[in-house]
C-alpha cells in the first residue's frame, strides 16, 4: 500500500527563514551569523542565546577544522 504525499513548490519559504536559529526557550531568532554569543568549550562551539543564555546550535570544532584543511 503506497500514501500520496503532496508538495507545493510554488510558494517556497522565504529566503531568510532558511538562514534564522530560533532559540527553543525564549523564541529569539536571529541569522546564524546574527547577534549569537559565541562559546568554546572543549572541542565545541556553542551558539548561545543573547536573550535568555540557552545553547542554540552546538558543533564540534574538530569537523570544522577539518573543513578548514581541505
Given at each position: 500500500?503506497?500514501?500520496?504525499?503532496?508538495?507545493d513548490?510554488?510558494?517556497?519559504?522565504?529566503?531568510?527563514?532558511?538562514?534564522m536559529?530560533?532559540?527553543?526557550?525564549?523564541g529569539?531568532?536571529s541569522?546564524i551569523?546574527?547577534?549569537?554569543?559565541?562559546?568554546?568549550?572543549?572541542?565545541?562551539?556553542?551558539?548561545?542565546?543573547?536573550?535568555?543564555?540557552?545553547?542554540v546550535?552546538?558543533?564540534?570544532?574538530?569537523?570544522?577544522?577539518?573543513?578548514?584543511?581541505?
Amino acid at each position: 500500500m503506497s500514501t500520496y504525499t503532496y508538495h507545493d513548490d510554488s510558494h517556497p519559504p522565504p529566503e531568510d527563514r532558511k538562514t534564522m536559529l530560533f532559540c527553543p526557550d525564549c523564541g529569539h531568532e536571529s541569522p546564524i551569523t546574527g547577534d549569537w554569543n559565541t562559546r568554546t568549550t572543549g572541542d565545541e562551539r556553542l551558539l548561545v542565546c543573547t536573550v535568555c543564555g540557552s545553547v542554540v546550535d552546538r558543533r564540534s570544532r574538530r569537523r570544522s577544522e577539518v573543513v578548514e584543511l581541505v
